[in-house]
């Protein structure tokens, strides 16, 4: 039976199931695939990080409010959150990690922190 080698394109002989030529081909594929998952998860995790230090800056007594434009100025990327709390009244906030915050009124936001881990 003739294959293909999913990693080099070679022809080799071998069961009609098997992928690659060698297991050098193998794990070069293999962790390529690892690396496009990790960069990826790193890239998401840099913003993550990113805007938790954007609200922890802006906020160093534990409570603030600041206009949306000042976080998108620092970058703030909304669409980032690691957790949400609707709080019995229907109020959402969204934090990055312990740094939080509230849709306030007229474009402003007020920021919270939170130690503990709530599920
Ligand atoms: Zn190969």
Do not use: W
Request: hydrophobic share 30%; proline share 1%; with cysteine.
């Amino acid at each position: 039976m003739k294959n293909k080698c999913v990693e080099c394109g070679e022809e080799f002989i071998g069961r009609a199931d098997k992928k690659f030529c060698s297991a050098y081909c193998r794990s070069s594929y293999n962790n390529r695939l690892n690396r496009d998952a990790n960069n990826f998860i790193r890239n998401i995790n840099n913003i993550l990080r990113k805007n938790r230090r954007i609200l922890a800056r802006l906020n160093p007594k534990g409570k603030a409010r600041v206009h949306r434009d000042k976080l998108l100025e620092n970058g703030f990327k909304f669409s980032y959150f690691t957790n949400e709390y609707i709080t019995k009244s229907g109020n959402i906030y969204r934090f990055c990690y312990d740094q939080g915050y509230l849709e306030a009124d007229n474009g402003y936001y007020t920021l919270v922190v939170r130690q503990e881990y709530v599920e």
